[in-house]
């Protein structure tokens, strides 16, 4: 069983589009990230949630939004998608400072 | 100051040898310091938490953490080419985010 799953893996679009990206987890961890990775490999968390309750939100454009249904799904979807939007999303999961685990990510290419 | 710094490498050791991994943090009430691996292409994985001043010890892998210098270190002895990665320090500072370096990347020469 996948402690956190994404999907999709791969996700191409034209500029100007929206897009949805899915996690799911099944570990009953409390908080859930949304983070994105650049070319540089740099990890930059975008959302953070607790229960269903948006705890972190950075610098992020409000094209941007995260939404949680219940403790175990967090979603991101992305409005007016520009070429700067692409990146590998990760989701990930965690407990109380415990380790996070994350999904397989999420490729995004806008063209 | 970068949250969390790291040295970005790229880091070549011979196989065999030790691998020794730095990170600061700027976070003084920071406390739980995490270690993941990232191979290319795939998502980071943990291999090492450190909570507590002092040495923590799992196999060939060996995390440092000195609170009152701000900082964890990773250290990989007898380094394989399979340890060939990027690895990315994380801190979980006071307000719950957990942050991360910028990664130093490994490689590992057979």
């Known amino acids: 069983d996948t402690a956190v799953s994404q999907t999709p893996k791969y996700l191409v679009t034209q500029m100007g589009n929206d897009k949805s990206i899915k996690c799911e987890q099944n570990l009953g961890h409390d908080t859930m990230y949304w983070y994105k990775q650049d070319s540089k490999k740099f990890l930059k968390i975008m959302f953070s949630?607790?229960?269903?309750?948006?705890?972190i939100n950075e610098t992020v454009p409000n094209r941007f939004s995260p939404k949680s249904p219940d403790k175990a799904h967090l979603n991101l979807h992305i409005n007016s998608l520009e070429l700067g939007d692409s990146a590998v999303y990760f989701c990930?999961?965690?407990?109380?400072?415990?380790?996070?685990?994350f999904g397989q990510g999420t490729r995004l290419t806008v063209v | 100051q970068k949250e969390v710094e790291q040295n970005s490498g790229p880091l070549s050791v011979p196989e065999g040898a030790i691998a020794s991994l730095n990170c600061t943090y700027s976070d003084r009430g920071s406390q739980s310091f995490f270690w993941y691996r990232q191979y290319s292409g795939k998502s980071p994985e943990l291999i090492m938490s450190?909570?507590?001043?002092g040495d923590k010890e799992d196999g060939r892998f060996t995390a440092q953490l000195n609170k009152a210098s701000q900082y964890v270190s990773l250290l990989i002895r007898d380094s394989q080419p399979s340890d060939s990665a990027t690895y990315l320090c994380?801190?979980?500072?006071?307000?719950?985010?957990?942050?991360f370096g910028q990664g130093t990347e490994l490689s590992v020469k057979p």
């Open positions: 450190i909570y507590s001043n």
């Open positions: 994380a801190v979980m500072n006071q307000g719950g985010k957990l942050i």
């Open positions: 949630y607790n229960n269903k309750e948006l705890i």
């Open positions: 990930a999961s965690s407990q109380e400072g415990i380790q996070a685990f």
